[in-house]
């Protein structure tokens, strides 16, 4: 068993989006995506599918040029390859389910695009 919190040291940073990966296991990446009101992530693929769960605030999710909007306890799924971003409209903390097959370093590079 592995244990984690995604409500411990939260760390709203003004210049940047914070990420961290909370929690490893044999299939999934579990990452704690946190961003400032007005922060985004600009348009980009995963090569593996995802799911996305808004934690806390609200964010547009652009998938294939159509926004969504998004709000607390939301959660989506979205295949591989497609091209996705999203703008927090307020303080937001996201859940990032990544494949094991996947890298962290993959989701810092989007985000220092």
């Known amino acids: 068993m592995k244990k984690s919190s995604f409500s411990d040291q939260i760390e709203y940073n003004d210049d ?4 961290k990966v909370i929690l490893e296991t044999s299939f999934s ?8 009101r007005g922060q985004s992530m ?14 806390e605030g609200e964010i547009d999710f652009g998938v294939e040029g159509e926004t969504n909007s998004l709000k607390k306890g939301d959660i989506l799924t979205l295949d591989s390859n497609i091209p996705h971003d999203l703008t927090a409209l307020t303080d ?19 985000i220092d695009k």
Do not use: C, G, N, Q
């Open 16 to 19: 940047k989006i914070v990420t």
């Open 29 to 36: 990446k579990e990452i704690r995506i946190v961003l400032k």
């Open 42 to 55: 600009k348009e980009h693929k995963a090569p593996f599918p995802i799911i996305v769960h808004i934690i």
């Open 92 to 110: 937001s903390i996201v859940r990032l389910t990544l494949s094991s097959k996947d890298t962290a370093s993959r989701v810092h590079k989007v």
